[in-house]
T-cell receptor, first 112, second 110 residues
Framework: DAKTTQPPSMDCAEGRAANLPCNHS???????VYWYRQIHSQGPQYIIH???NNETNEMASLIITEDRKSSTLILPHATLRDTAVYYC?????????????FGTGTLLAVQP | KAGVTQTPRYLIKTRGQQVTLSCSPI?????VSWYQQTPGQGLQFLFE???????NKGNFPGRFSGRQFSNSRSEMNVSTLELGDSALYLC?????????FGPGTRLTVT
């Protein structure tokens, strides 16, 4: 079973920030938080990942709470092309294993 | 760098047949993982190969198998196809902490 909980759907107005929450209360110390998104019938696209510090790249920012039990993915200026299913995954990827357990994700609908 | 490529992109097979799907990882990536995506079960991990060895396996029947070649390219095979094997099959390659996915192969079993 997936170790994360996400709302099934969210709406966001075009041009506004999209804040997608994720709960991962059973995360262990060596597990990363990963975010992927999947636009209809395409392969999942990597967005960002982090261990305990906040991270930012050209696509998004990842805010992880101090206790690491939850995180938020922030898309600073959402566009229509950001409409997708967003998956939050916790995994100790890399090293001896490369295995991602996907949940049902959040369907983000960006409205014009 | 070129991304992960998968061939073929679309495939139609008949129940009882077998199928082989191919995945070429990003250059330099040695780990290749396979996933199955269906509307009912979502995205599920099939198996992972690293340096030509299966390192991890999901909960799928033995009809699903794979292999990896010395150049890190990987194939997966499904024998005795069932209608329920209709799915999007995704391959991902990784070097360190991040997996990068290919576009997938859409398999339809009739």
């Amino acid at each position: 079973d997936a170790k994360t909980t996400q709302p099934p759907s969210m709406d966001c107005a075009e041009g506004r920030a999209a804040n997608l929450p994720c709960n991962h209360s059973t995360i262990s110390g060596n597990e990363y938080v990963y975010w992927y998104r999947q636009i209809h019938s395409q392969g999942p696209q990597y967005i960002i990942h982090g261990l305990k510090n906040n991270e930012t790249n050209e696509m998004a920012s990842l805010i992880i709470t101090e206790d690491r039990k939850s995180s938020t993915l922030i898309l600073p200026h959402a566009t229509l092309r950001d409409t997708a299913v967003y998956y939050c995954i916790v995994s100790h990827n890399g090293g001896a294993t490369n295995k991602l357990i996907f949940g049902t994700g959040t369907l983000l609908a960006v409205q014009p | 760098k070129a991304g992960v490529t998968q061939t073929p992109r679309y495939l139609i097979k008949t129940r009882g047949q077998q199928v082989t799907l191919s995945c070429s990882p990003i250059s330099g990536h040695r780990s290749v993982s396979w996933y199955q995506q269906t509307p009912g079960q979502g995205l599920q991990f099939l198996f992972e190969y690293f340096s030509e060895t299966q390192r991890n396996k999901g909960n799928f029947p033995g009809r699903f198998s794979g292999r990896q070649f010395s150049n890190s390219r990987s194939e997966m095979n499904v024998s005795t196809l069932e209608l329920g094997d209709s799915a999007l099959y995704l391959c991902a390659s990784s070097l360190e902490e991040v997996q990068y996915f290919g576009p997938g192969t859409r398999l339809t079993v009739t």
